[in-house]
């Protein structure tokens, strides 16, 4: 029960209150290009959560197994290269560079994966797979996550397991979704509208994303207070839960 | 042919008038036009009575504000409707385009911006609302009818994320004010800080602190009443709000939730007032009867979840606004099928 | 084929050892020098929070990090406790001083928050700050509103009630785990 | 390289183009996310349009000096590689020097590796021009993005804050001691801010060219 | 007339939406039916019914009697010409009918000799009526005698009235349905026939049930009219059943008709044959009583000629192929603040730009109004107040449609089944913004049956 509200929690966060456009502002290229129409923007929303989530799952797993210090594979070589070594392997220097590849990597797996098995998925958002290498909520996700992944030498303020981090990107790919969904409703009721000419476009875009974002805010606070209406009455016991050391 | 001779009275010819009157100075020959049917109207609303219609069920509101709030009220109200009006101006002027004040929306967003703020918020906070709620809220999608949001709540939100300590919970506090009751924080804001809870009479005569227009869930009721019977507003929409946050709020009650029931949610704050003004705005909501259920539904669960778990003590604005982005999506699934089912595809 | 591939690739080869030997030399370089201004973020804080302290020793205790305040002879003066959680909007990350015994706050630091500017983030302002000095780490604190508070009660920032509760919340939970977990008897 | 190959336009009015004709803020509509997460001061602002300058300008050279080398159907992967190491770099160095703005950056440095305005020069002129052709493009996009970062910014700390510069010069544009008339508009600080501005600018930016053109 | 008088009944259904404008009916709901001598000259349009034109079967100058056949045509979905008056067929001519078609015409110069008023009335309208005696009729016999007589549908549209009632074995039919709801306001033309005449509307209806092989016989009339209703409940018997239904427009619409009467719903660009409907308007009832009945062919119509710009508001016998011209003439000609004429009623008429055009078998009024009748407030924009969703008899969204065929939208038009319309005009009457809805969607539905029907 503890876990599923906690899910919920994260749910609301990611999504609504800390939605990855109104809040982050990520992934404002195809929020602008893509918003024109109500299908295909579903259809790109919902290709981005679909490789966001793979992609978090690799880049958790990268980053915990073989790039932050201390971790456990890169150790083991180290040891099996110099034995009797002390020193802590740090990779995360490279965090950047790997993440942007294990991101472009995903998209061409789930590209091939989708195409051989579910071909009608590939046709209502395959043609937006590719674009989605270079869009910033996947890898703005990737970084996130990486601030989480806890790791052995120095205690991370919040960890996240893998599966935290899935819901995470998980529910991070439906924010974008909701928001260029809701702006293509809006762009489509628009379309026909006098908007003045050194706005249409892209200006209007802004604009209509800044009164979306105002509104956005009326969910500020909202886990906050749920998780303070959801916490089981004894607080210490919370308290415990939420330092349950590092998986 | 020897038409006129048969119908000395009917034009001989398609009847350019003034080629008819000559023929015949002494008797003019009516003047004909033609033009695609149908040839009748109904006449009986324009969109000026429509927004004629939300300033006199505004009245109520009104006269309550006036007294609680005394020339507080009405200065922040003058303050709104004059920037407002300027502002339709401004950027009517901008764009070369006629005069639009006469069609009144302007005022009534003014109105409504003005009723919707607190008595003691500074002057400039009435005139930039006004000016955001015109420009961001109106001007920008092309002006009357072509706006997704209610340019009010845009000006009201713009000025409210914009000036937190002049719209914040405590900025209510007005000591000038004679009216004890007003006084105090607002009845929403002193339970979420504090738990106290208000008694209902005073939260439904309003005869307690709040924004102008929002205190007297009587006065709201009055107008909202008045709007529905004539029709300027839909009446599904505060039906649907009501309703949803009624049965949500009871539903909390019945589990034993809190002390402000569902008769506390239903009497305070903005919420009659923005189910029956606000919501209702005809632009920014859907068009459909089924959409507009959804519509109001879903405004009465927002401002309900909003209230209960935001750090906002209020929702009407946020669930309006909110609301208002979803409402092309909904006229997009609601779009009712003909009677007797779609047209058959052409070959 | 294998000798095509590599024919394919060997710029991209060069390249990647190329880059990776650049940015092993960054990381070389520089690496002492973040960390070094990490720690200055938290260290750099701990002569205001507890009176008496020249710097702070890093302790692992349960799992987290805590600082030992020690003056300039290598005394202990207190602690320095680093806390986090939920805020009105985002995460707040602050620290909280404590005296020898952790039996007295003694300071309250706001590292980092994300709350509403103009009324939530007033948490950080040094006056709002300062109710905390002089309150009992022996009982949790509550929040009041509209009122000065008392011994065990810190009055609200106005308006921003829910970032007050939460700032009184960290520092709560923080203060009873530390009293729970810190090495008995010392320091 | 043949001559006629690189009839295109000569290195300065690359330069130039970048700066407004093709401003990749405001004409292209490139570079979005950093346009609205860094600019509620100007210190942000400036600090990320430097750093993309320097990832543009250091990819640009390096792919211009390689490009009789490249496949092209490894070009992304070359490109996207050589992107990523030059932000690292700018990422650390910011983090070793300008610790704090590091932090207030946060992710958004490391978010220039899918800056669509780098790979962008990268496929459409450095891979294609001279060296010195390639480092003044990606002179003039770099400055182009960082004027266009800095107008956002310049609006939204004005009024947001009531400063210019505040953190680092410390310069009050609204007299701190400013009239009861004014108080700071902190949605400028917010997103919302962030989204309106730059609409609004975008409109200004489109406005006055439309006229430019007009009259030309 | 009959031995046992049936009951009113009340409807099964109803519709939703429709408007009820100012009924006006009064101008000349109390003029009885008069006859109009034929002028002069008369102009028979070679196609004034939905389907084939007809060719002439005369030469020019050749001498026509009465009813004598002027033009046929050997399509299925026709109706022959025949001569309302004795005279002169002269060469061909050429007519702009009201909906701007521009049609070919036999013209006629009438003879000196021609029937009495009087006795015109009687043929058509007076007599008796024969009740007993249909069952010895055969169907098929029904249906060659009505399209022998040229008739069609008089409520407006103007179809062949022998296709709707020759039967079908695919689509098997069990109501004839007959139309006196008249909803147009103004139009009082089915009205006086309806209390002037109700023996020959029942007859036909019954031969039309004989024809048609139908076991139900409903005349559904709006409430608005309680003479005609009582008319008819005394002149019918059991099988014929008088239903009373509400007084909206466009109720007189066969949708809206057979969904009311018979709580059935006709499918979009479907036919009442497709829910086992036939519906026949009150005069042609009276035509195919007369046809079988008289061996008479449709030569003449009621014509209500009305409204404030009109000097003496009429109905009118008026002959088929005279212009509206001779009817204003016929009233008292124009007042001075007549603004504009309309071919029909104000909802779904058609303006007239002259009085040249002639009256063809499907013209139900003549309606002039004044100027300041007609006059509208200046367009302003939609502000989506859903007036016409609401008024909408068809559940559309006029206010989408309009803007899809302004912006030549196809998509949106599409999605919102621009195609549905049937143009009734509710939604341009309700409008607030005084836009114009139907006309707007109907240039659309033109436009993209060019654009996207090819």
């Known amino acids: 029960m503890n876990y599923l509200v906690s899910v919920l929690l994260l749910a609301i966060s990611t999504a609504l209150i800390n939605n990855m456009v109104f809040h982050y502002f990520v992934g404002n290229c195809p929020f602008i290009g893509v918003s024109r129409r109500v299908d295909t923007a579903f259809g790109m929303g919902a290709a981005v959560t679909f490789v966001v989530t793979i992609a978090a799952a690799l880049s958790w797993i990268m980053t915990y197994f073989v790039l932050a210090p201390g971790a456990p594979l890169t150790a083991a070589v180290l040891r099996l290269v110099r034995p009797g070594s002390t020193a802590v392997a740090d990779l995360s220097i490279l965090n950047y560079i790997v993440y942007i590849f294990v991101i472009a ?84 009721e628009l ?48 308290a415990e839960t939420a330092a349950r050391p590092a998986p | ?121 500074p002057w400039y906070v009435g005139v930039i609302g006004a000016f955001a709620g015109i420009g961001f809220g109106k001007a920008v999608f092309g002006g009357l009818g072509q706006n997704i949001f209610n340019p009010a709540m845009v000006g009201r939100a713009f000025v409210m994320i914009a000036f937190p300590a002049a719209l914040g919970a405590s900025a209510y506090v007005a000591p000038t004010l004679g009216v004890d009751a007003v006084t105090q924080a607002t009845p929403l804001t002193a339970f979420k800080m504090m738990g106290s809870v208000a008694a209902l009479k ?146 | 084929m294998k000798r095509n591939y590599i024919q394919q690739a060997w710029l991209v080869i060069v390249l990647a050892c190329l880059f990776g030997a650049a940015l092993a030399a960054v990381h070389a370089g520089l690496g002492p020098r973040i960390a070094q201004n990490r720690l200055n973020d938290t260290l750099s804080q701990i002569p205001t929070l507890v009176e008496g302290a020249a710097r702070g020793e890093p302790l692992e205790i349960g799992g987290r990090i805590v600082y030992r305040a020690v003056d300039g002879e290598g005394a202990a003066a207190g602690w320095v406790v680093p806390a986090g959680g939920q805020g009105f909007a985002d995460r707040i990350e602050l620290l909280i001083g404590l005296d020898r015994e952790a039996a007295q706050i003694t300071g309250l630091y706001i590292l980092q928050q994300n709350e509403t500017p103009g009324l939530g983030n007033r948490v950080t302002e040094p006056e709002w700050r300062a109710r905390f000095a002089g309150q009992s780490a022996l009982a949790p604190l509550t929040v009041v509103k509209g009122r000065a508070g008392g011994a065990g009660e810190v009055e609200a920032v106005t308006g921003a009630t829910v970032s007050s509760q939460s700032v009184v919340g960290i520092v709560n939970e923080a203060v009873a785990r530390f009293r729970r977990e810190r090495p008995e008897g010392a320091p | 390289m043949s001559e006629r190959k690189n009839d295109g336009p000569t290195p300065m009015e690359r330069f130039l183009g970048g700066l407004i004709p093709e401003n990749p803020v405001y004409r292209q509509i490139l570079g979005i996310c950093p346009s609205l997460a860094v600019t509620n001061t100007m210190e942000g602002a400036l600090t990320m349009g430097v750093a993309a300058l320097f990832v543009l300008l250091c990819s640009n050279i390096l792919i211009s000096l390689i490009r009789p080398l490249l496949k092209p159907h490894l070009r992304i992967l070359v490109f996207t590689l050589t992107i990523a190491t030059f932000v690292t770099i700018a990422d650390r160095v910011l983090a070793a020097y300008l610790y704090d703005m590091s932090k207030q950056l946060g992710p958004y440095i490391p978010l220039i590796i899918v800056n669509c305005v780098i790979i962008a020069r990268c496929e459409i002129c450095a891979s294609k021009q001279r060296v010195f052709t390639a480092a003044a493009d990606a002179l003039g996009q770099g400055l182009g993005f960082t004027l266009g970062l800095m107008t956002i910014a310049t609006v939204r700390e004005i009024l947001g804050f009531g400063t210019w510069f505040g953190k680092w010069l410390g310069w009050r544009v609204i007299p701190a001691t400013a009239p009861a008339h004014w108080s700071n508009w902190v949605i400028m600080i917010l997103p919302p801010g962030a989204f309106l501005t730059l609409g609004l600018l975008l409109g200004v930016f489109n406005a006055l060219t439309a006229k430019k053109e007009k009259a030309a | 007339m009959s031995s046992e008088s049936s009951t009113v009944l009340s409807p099964p259904g109803r519709f939703a939406g429709g408007v009820h404008p100012p009924e006006h009916k009064e101008l000349a709901r109390h003029a009885a039916i008069e006859v ?62 009201p909906n701007a078609r521009h049609v070919k015409t036999i013209p006629l110069k009438v003879g000196p000799h021609q029937m009495a008023a009087e006795e015109l009335m009687a043929d058509m309208f007076g007599g008796e009526w024969p009740e007993d005696g249909i069952a010895d009729v055969a169907p098929e016999e029904i249906v060659k005698a009505v399209r022998a007589a040229g008739i069609v549908g008089q409520g407006g549209a103007a179809f062949p009235t022998h296709v709707k009632l020759a039967r079908n074995p695919k689509k098997p039919v069990d109501t004839i349905l007959v139309n006196g709801c008249e909803c147009e306001p103004y139009l009082t033309a089915d009205y006086r026939v309806m209390v002037e005449a109700p023996a020959p509307v029942i007859s036909g209806a019954r031969l039309a049930a004989r024809a048609a092989g139908a076991a139900t016989i409903i005349i559904a009339v709006e409430d608005n009219k309680p003479e005609a209703i009582e008319a008819l409940r005394a002149a019918a018997a059991g099988d014929v059943k008088i239903m009373s239904v509400p007084t909206r427009y466009p109720m007189g619409g066969e949708k809206q008709t057979v969904r009311v009467a018979t709580g059935r719903t006709i499918p979009t660009g479907g036919l009442p044959l497709d829910v086992g409907v036939v519906v026949i308007n009150v005069e042609t009832a009276a035509a195919i009583a007369r046809a079988v009945w008289r061996k008479k062919p449709l030569t003449h119509r009621v014509v209500t000629v009305t409204g404030g710009g009109i000097a003496q508001p009429k109905n009118i016998l008026a002959p088929i192929g005279c212009r509206y011209a001779d009817l204003v003439a016929f009233c008292g000609g124009l007042k001075p603040e007549a603004g504009r004429a309309i071919a029909g009623g104000p909802m779904m008429g058609f303006a007239l730009g002259d ?31 859903g007036r016409c969703v609401e008024a909408c008899p068809l559940d559309l969204m006029p206010t989408r449609l309009a803007l899809a065929a302004r912006h030549k939208d196809w998509n949106l038009a599409k999605r919102h089944h621009l195609m549905a319309c049937m143009e009734c005009g509710c939604c ?13 969607i109907r240039m659309g539905k033109v436009q993209m049956m060019k654009e996207v029907g090819k």
């Open chain 1, 105 to 188: 990597w995903a998209v061409q797996l789930v590209e091939m994966y989708v195409r051989k098995f579910f071909p009608p998925l590939y046709k209502s958002f395959g043609v937006f797979l590719p674009l989605i290498t270079t869009n910033c909520v996947i890898l703005f996700t990737c970084l996130e996550i990486m601030k989480h992944v806890p790791v052995a030498g120095a205690p991370v303020a919040e960890p996240w397991g893998l599966d935290r981090a899935l819901i995470f990107a998980f529910f991070a790919g439906i924010g974008f979704l909701i928001a260029i969904v809701l702006m293509a409703g809006i762009r489509e």
């Open chain 2, 1 to 121: 042919m020897a038409e006129n001779a048969v119908t000395p009275i009917a034009p001989a010819a398609p009847p350019p008038a003034a080629a008819s009157a000559r023929a015949a100075p002494a008797k003019p020959a009516p003047a004909l036009s033609v033009a695609p049917g149908p040839h009748i109207a109904s006449g009986a609303l324009t969109t000026r009575r429509m927004m004629l219609d939300v300033i006199l069920a505004a009245l109520p509101l009104l006269a309550v504000s006036v007294y609680l709030f005394r020339q507080y009220a009405v200065f922040q109200i003058a303050i709104s409707v004059i920037g407002a009006l300027a502002a339709e101006r401004f950027f009517g002027w901008m764009r070369r385009r006629p005069n639009t004040l006469g069609d009144l929306s302007a005022a009534v967003t003014g109105l409504i911006l003005g009723l919707s703020l607190p008595a003691s918020a």
């Open chain 5, 428 to 440: 341009a009457y309700v409008c607030p913004a005084a836009i114009p809805l139907v006309q707007l």
């Open chain 5, 36 to 97: 109009l001598p034929p002028p002069a000259e008369l102009a028979l349009p070679l196609l004034m019914h939905t389907g084939a034109p007809c060719q002439p079967v005369v030469q020019p100058r050749a001498e026509v009697v009465y009813g004598a056949l002027l033009a046929d045509s050997d399509a299925f979905v026709s109706a022959p010409i025949h001569a309302p008056a004795a005279g002169v067929v002269q060469r061909e001519g050429v007519a702009t009918l």
């Open chain 5, 355 to 385: 009085f040249n055009a002639p009256v063809t078998k499907g013209t139900s009024g003549l309606t002039v109004l004044t100027a300041e009748d007609v006059r509208r407030a200046a367009e302003t924009p939609c502000v989506r107040c």
């Open chain 1, 191 to 238: 379309e026909h509208c006098d908007v003045p000419a050194p706005l249409r476009g892209p200006g209007i875009t802004m604009i209509i994303a800044g009164i979306l974002a105002l509104a956005f805010l009326g969910f500020t606070g909202m886990d906050t207070t749920l998780a303070r209406r959801l916490a089981p009455k004894p607080p210490p016991a919370s």
């Open chain 2, 202 to 347: 005073p939260l439904f005569l309003g005869m307690t602190n709040g924004s102008i227009g929002e205190t007297s869930a009587l006065a709201a009721l009055i107008g909202g009443a008045y709007l529905c019977w004539r029709g300027t507003a839909a009446w599904r929409i505060p039906a649907g709000g009501i309703l949803a946050l009624a049965i949500l709020a009871g539903a909390s009650d019945l589990t034993g939730g809190s002390p402000w029931t569902f008769a506390h949610h239903l009497s305070s704050g903005a919420f009659l007032f923005g189910a029956f003004f606000i919501a209702t705005d005809p632009v920014s909501s859907p068009l459909t009867p089924k959409g507009q259920w959804i519509f109001g539904a879903g405004f009465g669960a927002l401002v309900l979840l909003i209230r209960a778990f935001s750090g906002y003590p209020e929702g009407v604005m946020f669930s309006v606004l909110l609301m208002n982005s979803v409402a092309p999506l909904i006229n997009r699934w609601t779009i009712p099928t003909p009677v007797g089912g779609p047209a058959p595809e052409r070959k």
